[in-house]
């Protein structure tokens, strides 16, 4: 009996030596849990559209934690949880996390809200729950590669979820325990979700139509330069953040520059027209152009000298070629640098790639430049200095933010004067009217007088142009008596249509696509159709 008391007295004494320890640990506990819900219960504000949607939201979720301190055997506490999450069985990474001395350690971050009340029944010491919160994106890829995504600790890592994370300094609130929770303002974007839901829409459609491996659409404000939509396919749903690593999904709008070939003869004719040197009714050699080993060659050849307005009509290569020597080559690299095609982007979206252009200047680089080749842009600087050939001649870096028509004033350079920028007008809306021999006449939509310019680019690959694959884009405005919205759409690698009228150009491709936007977007958007309006008139010179 003696033994026996002994043998309980120090049972009981080693569970009380044990409690005691757990309750002077429980500071340290403490202390642990409260700098976890630190770094990560910080909200975020909501962002909407111009309209006041909700395109990316907070909602809160459940993460499972352990206090190893506390478990009191971790080999049951892993069988436990692994009759609720099986995977965890034979992760020896939760073990070790279990038998660990630390304070606070996580196990399972974003639990189903069935998970959270099986793992509650089971009542294992030492595992607990916290409540954070968890990025929430209604409109799923709708707007992926625009607002970007956050990480497990909602921090933004891309898009304009980064851009609030920098602008508003919430990871320094963050780092200093300052955690605020609520009565953050929305972030208002300059997106129109149901213009963004169109040209994606229009854009997959496009992609699947024509067998194209990506595409990219821009809608663009020429007036504020405010982007109304942008959409690259394929893309990523931000509620599923892993996929936005996958190489097919990248964001080929603002991260990825390209030869953008024909539509840079819109560049072209405005830094000729603009120069004084040309005129619209000059006429040029079309004949091919060649330096040294290489020739220029004519995909629409027409076998006479052509006006410059006929240059632009059948985009011509020579034609345009002559224009810009005709110029020079110091004129042009310098009108390319004041149109910001020689350098990043200034937006708030921070994946902005720089562009490629040649080093020295040359006849030849400034040939080929004048079409497109051997220059390489993201497709949203095309849009840009595209607006400012149509708008009246000024240049505004682009914005994901509301701006005013003031901010805009203040903010615009004039690159052309007004008065080339009326005749860059006529030349768009000539090119895309049917009947004029026009290579856009497909992106024509009744009513809403189309302007635009094709560009069908060879790609490179492995040093050399294959002419079976082709980077096709359509740079196009509405409407061109007063524009108000550009539009670019682009097609990487596209096919010709099966049972379709022709070959894959763009005039074909990219600019039906562009086409079928406008006729969606314009009555969203308060431009409405107007049928009394005459044909182009002749511009003057």
């Known amino acids: 009996m003696l033994v026996a008391g002994l043998g309980f007295a120090g049972i ?5 030596l044990r409690l005691i320890g757990l309750g002077m640990a429980s500071d340290d506990h403490t202390a642990a849990l ?16 111009r309209n006041g949607e909700v ?5 809160k979720s459940s993460s499972l934690y352990a206090e190893p301190k506390r478990i009191l055997d971790v080999d049951e ?15 020896d990474s939760v073990r070790r996390k279990l038998a660990s001395k630390t304070g606070f350690v996580w196990l399972r971050r974003e639990l189903k809200p069935e998970q959270r009340a099986k793992i509650f029944r089971l009542g294992i010491p030492g595992i607990g729950f916290m409540d954070e919160n968890r990025r ?40 200093l325990g300052i955690v605020p929770d609520r009565g953050i303002e929305p972030r208002r974007l300059s997106i129109d979700l149901r213009v963004q839901h169109v040209v994606r829409d229009e854009m997959l459609e496009a992609m699947a139509r024509f067998r194209a491996v990506a595409a990219v659409g821009i809608v663009l404000d020429v007036r504020t330069g405010e982007v109304v939509a942008m959409t690259s396919v394929p893309d990523f749903d931000p509620n599923h953040p892993e996929q936005a690593l996958e190489k097919q999904n990248m964001n080929r709008a603002t991260a990825g520059v390209y ?15 603009d120069s004084g040197k040309v005129k619209l009714t000059d006429t ?112 505004m870096p682009p914005t994901f933010f509301p701006r005013t028509p003031e901010e805009a004033d203040r903010l615009a350079v004039q690159v052309i004067r007004p008065e080339t920028s009326d005749k860059m007008r006529y030349l768009f809306l000539q090119n895309a009217t049917s009947g004029t021999g026009g290579s856009g006449s497909k992106a024509a939509v009744p009513g809403y007088r189309v302007g635009g310019k094709t560009g069908t680019a060879e790609k490179i690959e492995h040093g050399h142009y294959n002419a079976g694959k082709r980077f096709n884009s359509f740079l196009a405005a509405f409407p061109m008596d007063d524009p108000r919205y550009l539009v670019l759409t682009v097609l990487d690698e596209p096919k010709a249509e099966a049972g379709g009228e022709g070959p894959a150009t763009a005039g074909l491709n990219a600019a039906s696509a562009a086409g079928g936007i406008i006729r969606r977007i314009a009555p969203m958007l308060g431009v409405m159709p107007r049928y009394d309006q005459p044909r182009p008139a002749v511009a003057s010179n």
Do not use: C, W
């Not at 009981?12 to 009380?16: C, F, K």
């Not at 030869?259 to 027209?273: D, H, Q």
């Open 259 to 273: 030869e953008m070939g024909s539509v840079f003869k819109t560049f072209n004719s405005g830094l000729a027209l």
């Open 284 to 395: 040029f050699d079309v004949t091919p152009l060649q330096f040294g080993s290489q020739r220029i060659g004519e995909f629409h050849s027409k076998g006479h000298p052509l006006s410059v307005t006929e240059i632009f009509l059948y985009s011509s290569n020579n034609g345009s070629a002559r224009m810009a020597l005709r110029v020079g080559s110091q004129a042009q690299r310098a009108f390319f640098e004041r149109l910001g095609l020689l350098k990043r982007i200034d937006t708030e979206l921070p994946e902005v790639a720089a562009p490629l252009v040649p080093k020295g200047l040359s006849d030849v680089s400034t040939a080929t430049m004048a079409f497109g080749h051997g220059i390489s842009v993201t497709p949203m600087h095309t849009a840009i200095a595209g607006a400012a050939m149509i708008n009246g001649g000024r240049l």
């Open 34 to 49: 409260d700098s976890a819900r630190a770094q990560i219960s910080t909200a975020r504000p909501d962002i909407v559209d």
């Open 136 to 175: 929430f994106y209604p409109g799923g890829a709708t707007a992926g590669h625009v607002l970007g995504t956050v990480n497990v600790d909602n921090q933004g890592i891309s898009g304009i979820e980064k851009t609030i994370d920098q602008d508003m300094g919430l990871v320094e609130l963050r780092n």
């Open 55 to 59: 395109l990316a939201t907070d909602v």
């Open 12 to 16: 009981y004494a080693a569970i009380v």
């Open 77 to 91: 506490a892993v069988e436990a949880l692994a009759s609720v999450i099986p995977e965890m069985r034979g992760d």
